[in-house]
């Protein structure tokens, strides 16, 4: 009997055991390929954040046609890789990061060239690479069924998108009637209403 009660034991104790190791490996692998890929916050992140800074501040330098310093970031592939320098960025360690180092103008090159970005701007990089450089996702049909990751491209469409635009100060709007206005809000709100046949009303009291 009690040869049969350690039998049982030993089986138990192995199936936890197995159960363990298996269930480490599969989070291993979770986490692994959640550090490739992202999750969707990531994707998100990258997609609303990360792609427009390097649309408008880095690709002219670092896309396909150019690549200085070796460097090129349309894909995670590439700026992982890095080029000339080393590795441009460490997953999850923007410290030793060299995209960090560059874009806070605190090694040469400074990232980038024509200006620095704002403390905002540089903030958004470090959270990427804090998050593991997250990327976004653009799949395509292939022969045979299913998909194929395709790299990041940017197009012409996309480079004119309102987001990747400079800003510019709008021409402010005359008035026929414009003894009301107090500032250029006003303004284009009365442009609004005039436009519409609507009057503004009078100046309601204090009371």
Known sequence: MRLIFREMWVGLLVAVLMGSIGGGI???????????????????????????????????????EKQEGGLQLTSRKEVLAGGDAGEAVIPKKPGESLLMQAVEYLE??????????????????RKWIEMGVPWGVESQPKDGGGTVKKEFEVTDKQRGWWAF??????????LKDGGWVQNEIDCFIGEKLEREGISVAGEADRR
Do not use: W, Y
């Open 26 to 64: 599969l989070r291993g692998a979770e986490e692994e390929r959640g550090t490739e890929e992202g999750d969707e916050a990531g994707r998100e992140f990258f997609e609303n954040e990360i792609r427009p800074l390097l649309v408008t501040h880095c690709l002219e330098c670092h896309g396909e």
């Open 108 to 125: 040469e090159p400074k990232m980038p060239p024509k200006g620095k970005l704002s403390d905002g701007e540089i903030a958004k990089f």
């Open 165 to 174: 635009q400079g800003v510019k100060d709008p021409v402010v709007p005359t």
